[in-house]
């Protein structure tokens, strides 16, 4: 330090710095704590754990306390002696005012602390009440002995005493006047209470006579409490040597090798060499005033003793020496611990960070290497499926294709069997027209239930096991696209085989233009049938929103055996019509349809299909009665084979059709399941992809904030190394 540079104003100084590092520090750990607490994601990604946020906290209350403690923290000198060796007029003397009560015989009743105030009316506080200021004259009657009101000798006046008066206060020094260490048995408690945050202790002795044993058994007491002591003795009252001027050296020089021996030797708190610079003689009282006469001649001071001058230049030697010493001790005391602990905090914060920030930047890694891999199994995805998807259809067309001509075939040999299957139908023949029209309807409900089974039964099992190996196969393909975790849901969408084939023939609509030549009518015909439950209006408006039916397609125009009353046209229309219906009513791919399909027909069953068949037995038994010709029904079977036969040749292509539409229909809801399945999932991916996108751009934040705050602490740090050097090294000079 500067030699130009009070002592007591390093302290000053480094009390102001410390203090502005720790307030700095305690706000890095405020804000990185706040950081921690608001920022969800630090403790949703485990970027810090418990333990560690709970440090966080703690150093923030620590580094609370230190600052708390530091704005209190001053420098301390406590005076010890025996009653009436001048304590309390050195402290008088070293604030250059008559503060304290002073005088002949005890007059310390209890412990006096004279600390700087800013205010600038000086005002007392005492324990008994510490919110109140009395005013500066009533220190004689609480400190003084010979005042009325008696304290106990452990209790403590403080004296506020204006900072701009006195240089020493201006500078944290903060003086502690005892009564004498001859009037209370009780040290511990004195000891316990003033001294264990004391920097300097002065013992004050009379010079007149030796060091006694009072005294150096209670600075054993000190020793024994605290580690080496910084203890200053004055031989007090020096100015009784100016009577006897031939002895004064030897006097000196004895009381200077016995304080030397007690300080060295008997506490052990020093070194002789140091000792030897600690024993000074004063005399307080004229010190006290040539500083109340404003350093004016002696002669304005009044009569002093030949040599003052001499003890005038000791007490400023003591003065300095004692800045020096208290401000050194002072330093090491109050900051040496403090700075540590920054220390430690620092490089705890500083590490927790850079823990933070370690665990960020692998996270950050590990994010986007996964951000990597999503994105190019989303863009492997999207390019697959088109490709799959396209290879789907195509393999959906080639089984419709390949059922196509299997129900093609299927159903030219059922149209070979035609005579065999109306062999089976035993129902009695009347040629009668009524009669006749029953018997035509049974038989075509006979051909259609014989047609239909026979379909069943060789065509179903193969377009079932056909649509389930496709399904299969589009299922395999497609799940391949999606990551292993979505393969269970995924395998939901697998068909069973529930699916069931609808052969709706419509062989009365088929034979609507079927008229035999052994001129019988029926009555409820083909053609009054279909208009009689479509309704002529409606099933043409419903005839108007079908185009899977083409509309050339006409049954009865090439037939041979039609007679003359027959009206082909509306025969035609009503075959179109029920064939239009047929295609309505089959063309439904939804699984939805075909259950109530199947649900209905399980329903309703064979034996209401039976009841109506015997209602109509009755029927064609009444006009079989009138109709009964054997030559008549065999040439009806032959004219309606031929007739049906032709028919269903006409419609194989359209039947054929039909039923790999249902196929079609089927499997492309399957693959539409499926690809809006694998749609789904590409969504979730792109959202997957948003969520690490934000996570990465949110954990470079706490990257940087890291990084930040890691290196506001290691420049706190390099800050405090820096004081340390200044202030709390050996080899620093003040």
Not at 436 to 464: G, I
Request: with cysteine; net charge negative.
């Amino acid at each position: 330090m500067s030699g130009e540079t009070s002592p007591l104003k390093v302290f000053v100084q480094a009390k102001r710095e410390i203090s502005q590092l720790f307030s700095e520090l305690h706000a890095v750990i405020r804000d990185s704590n706040g950081f921690v607490q608001d920022d969800a994601k630090v403790c949703d990604l485990e970027l810090i754990s418990q333990e560690q946020r709970k440090s966080l906290e703690n150093y923030s209350s620590k580094t609370e306390g230190i600052l708390e403690i530091l704005q209190r923290d001053c420098m301390k000198v406590v005076f010890f002696g025996r009653t009436s060796n001048g304590k309390s007029t050195v402290i008088n003397a070293m604030l250059k005012s008559k503060i304290l009560p002073s005088g002949i015989g005890h007059t310390t009743n209890c412990f006096v602390q004279v600390e700087g105030t800013d205010s600038t009316d000086a005002y007392i506080i005492s324990e008994d009440a510490p919110n109140e200021r009395r005013s500066i004259q009533s220190i004689s009657h609480l400190a003084h002995a010979l005042s009325k009101v008696r304290l106990d000798s452990d209790s403590l006046v403080r004296i506020c005493w204006p900072k701009h008066k006195c240089s020493f206060l201006k500078d944290d020094v903060i003086f502690v006047d005892s009564p004498g260490i001859d009037v209370s048995p009780d040290m511990d408690k004195w000891i316990d209470k003033f001294c264990l945050d004391a920097d300097v202790f002065v013992l004050v002795v009379n010079a007149e006579s030796t060091l006694m044993q009072t005294e150096k058994n209670f600075f054993h007491r000190v020793s024994s409490r605290l580690s080496k002591p910084n203890i200053f003795i004055l031989n007090n009252r020096w100015d009784a040597s100016a009577t006897e001027p031939e002895t004064v050296e030897e006097v000196r020089q004895q009381h200077l090798e016995r304080n030397v021996s007690f300080l060295a030797k008997e506490l052990g708190v020093m070194e002789p060499h140091e000792a030897g610079d600690r024993v000074f003689f004063v005399s307080a009282l004229e010190t006290l005033q040539t500083a109340l006469a404003g350093g004016q001649s002696s002669a304005s001071v009044g009569n002093l003793l030949e040599g003052f001058q001499t003890r005038l230049l000791e007490f400023s030697k003591f003065e300095t020496t004692f800045q020096e010493c208290i401000s050194k001790t002072a330093l090491q005391v109050k900051f040496a611990q403090h700075s540590m602990n920054a220390k430690i905090i620092a490089k705890n914060i500083a590490s927790l960070w850079q823990s933070i920030y370690d665990v960020t930047i692998s996270k950050r890694k590990l994010v986007a290497n996964e951000m990597i891999e999503q994105r190019e199994r989303l863009d492997f995805t999207e390019k697959q499926v088109i490709i799959v998807s396209e290879d789907m259809k195509r393999m959906i067309d080639k089984t419709t294709d390949d059922l196509h001509r299997e129900m093609s075939m299927a159903l030219s040999d059922e149209i070979r069997r035609l005579p065999g299957m109306l062999e089976e139908f035993d129902r009695p023949f009347n040629p009668e027209p009524d009669d006749l029209s029953v018997y035509k309807k049974e038989l075509n409900f006979h051909t259609e239930e014989c047609l239909s089974r026979n379909l069943h039964f060789r065509y179903s099992s193969f377009a079932q096991d056909a649509l389930f190996d496709t399904a299969k196969v589009m299922h395999e393909t497609m799940s391949s696209l999606l990551p292993d975790a979505s393969h269970v849901e995924f395998s939901s969408l697998l068909p069973n085989r529930s699916f069931e084939m609808t052969y709706h023939l419509d062989c009365p609509g088929l034979c609507a233009g079927f008229c035999e030549d052994i001129e019988f009518r029926f009555s409820l015909g083909i053609t009054a049938l279909v208009y009689r439950f479509l309704g002529s209006g409606r099933g043409a408006r419903h005839l108007q929103g079908i185009t899977e039916v083409p509309r050339s397609v006409s049954y009865g125009s090439n037939s041979s055996d039609l007679s003359a009353s027959s009206s082909p046209s509306q025969d035609t229309e009503a075959l179109y019509m029920f064939l239009s219906k047929f295609s309505s009513v089959t063309s439904g791919t939804t699984v939805g349809s075909l259950a109530l399909v199947a649900v209905v027909g399980k329903a309703v069953g064979w034996r209401i299909i039976a009841i109506c068949a015997a209602v109509y037995g009755m029927l064609y038994v009444y006009e079989r009665i009138t109709w009964t010709k054997k030559a008549k029904e065999e040439a009806f079977k032959r004219q309606y084979i031929d007739y049906i036969s032709w028919q269903l040749a006409q419609v194989i292509d359209l039947i054929s059709r039909n039923c790999s539409h249902q196929v079609h229909q089927e499997l492309g809801s399957i693959l539409s399941r499926l690809s809006h399945h694998i749609d789904q999932k590409k969504s979730d991916l792109r959202k997957e992809l948003a969520n690490m996108d934000e996570n990465v751009k949110h954990l470079n934040e706490i990257a940087s904030k890291a990084s930040h705050f890691k290196s506001v602490i290691e420049a706190l740090s390099s800050k405090m190394d820096q004081f340390i050097i200044r202030y709390l090294n050996p080899t620093s000079h003040i």
